[in-house]
């Protein structure tokens, strides 16, 4: 990482830190909804036996890599409508860093809310059947989607015309693991919305993960996840470039 980079990604970090929304949105939030889908709504699911907590993590990590976007797109907006980017002409800092900054702390914040997210799934039960080269796999895949989700976020906050609207348009992709295999197996939904479960980009990465720490990976699972992540990375990053070199 650049000189550039890393401080533009220390004042994103300080950014974070003073705005408590943010960390908790990020972080306590996708607790609250697995203490909330696990002990209160958890023995109404039928997901095929087994805990239900081992069944519910990854679809939780998937809520926990989701519900810190919008404060992504609305750091991004802000940059871009509120004249720090002239500053950053001016003081001659990388363009580029500018983006990659918001990237690699969102990327950090993200991680962070998915570690705590499996500390607090060991504390009521989780008991994950996988290997070691399994979880470097979880790891991996997941540290992939967070880069991928980072980058299409980004674009989402220079694509916005508004501080106030660029937060919305992280809404769809923070629904979207609703409409997954996340919190109950697409089998078990209505006609419609089953479809779209099962063939929506969150699903596949959601039942490569459940296969991984269960000690059973689904290859075609586990493909259809990578190139859906990457997929949404390279149009993420094209889309956020493209805006960022017509707007800076």
């Known amino acids: 990482m650049s000189s550039d980079s890393a401080i533009m990604l220390r004042r994103n970090f300080k950014h974070t830190v003073r705005n408590p929304v943010t960390v908790f949105n990020a972080i306590f939030m996708p607790i609250i909804m697995m203490l909330m889908f696990v002990y209160v ?140 295999s996340a919190i109950v197996p697409a089998d078990k939904m209505g006609p419609g919305i089953r479809e779209f479960a099962t063939y929506q980009p969150f699903t596949p990465i959601i039942e490569s993960i459940r296969g991984f720490l269960a000690g059973a990976p689904d290859t075609g699972q586990t493909l259809a996840a990578i190139a859906w992540s990457l997929g949404i990375a390279v149009v993420g990053y094209v889309w956020a470039r493209s805006k960022f070199d017509k707007r800076a």
Not at 155 to 169: M, P
Request: charge should be neutral; hydrophobic fraction near 60%; glycine fraction near 12%.
């Open 41 to 180: 709504f958890g023995a109404a699911f039928d997901v095929g036996g087994g805990d239900y907590i081992d069944y519910a993590t990854p679809g939780m990590l998937m809520l926990a890599i989701v519900y810190g976007l919008s404060a992504t797109a609305v750091s991004v907006s802000s940059d871009m409508t509120k004249g720090i980017i002239n500053r950053f002409k001016v003081m001659d800092v990388s363009r580029g860093a500018v983006l990659t900054g918001h990237v690699v702390s969102t990327v950090v914040r993200t991680a962070g809310a998915a570690a705590a997210i499996i500390g607090v799934a060991f504390l009521f039960g989780f008991s994950p059947s996988g290997s070691f080269l399994d979880w470097l796999a979880v790891v991996g895949l997941l540290l992939l989607v967070i880069l991928a989700v980072s980058w299409l976020t980004v674009a989402f906050g220079l694509a916005a015309k508004t501080v106030e609207s660029a937060g919305f348009f992280a809404v769809p992709l923070i629904m979207l693991p609703f409409f997954s």
